[in-house]
């Protein structure tokens, strides 16, 4: 499958951002989906998860109540809204898809990638 990510940007400190990722080529509903990121100079890690379902939601201790995760199937995306962003948030924003199975946090165990929307905080 193929992921488009879009909807990075430079927002301050306490704002809120939207990051949407677009899936096409295959059955968006086999995927568990997933949004990691990557800051300069540290490991790419997960930020959240959903599975193929909908009903299972994995976030990162650091974004737990900030951050929600969703997915619309009619649409073939998954959403990140991202509210009272931190200078921590900065990071390159990844999108992946993992087919089939259970949700899983290592981005080893994801398929298919997308390209990547830069999310900057500034104070």
């Known amino acids: 499958v193929q992921l488009q990510a879009s909807g990075g940007g430079l927002v301050q400190a306490g704002d809120s951002l939207r990051v949407s990722c677009e899936v096409s080529?295959?059955?968006?509903?086999?995927?568990?989906m997933a949004w990691f990121r990557q800051a300069p100079g540290k490991e790419r890690e997960i930020v959240a998860a959903?599975?193929?379902?909908?009903?299972?939601?994995h976030y990162a201790d650091s974004v737990k109540g900030r951050f929600t995760i969703s997915r619309d199937d009619a649409k073939n995306t998954v959403y990140l809204q991202m509210n009272r962003l931190q200078l921590g948030d900065t990071a390159v924003y990844y999108c992946a898809a993992k087919r089939f199975g259970s949700y899983r946090a290592e981005a080893i165990n994801y398929g298919d990638w997308g390209q990547g929307t830069q999310v900057t905080v500034s104070s």
């Open positions: 080529g295959g059955t968006f509903g086999d995927y568990t």
């Open positions: 959903i599975s193929w379902a909908g009903n299972f939601r």
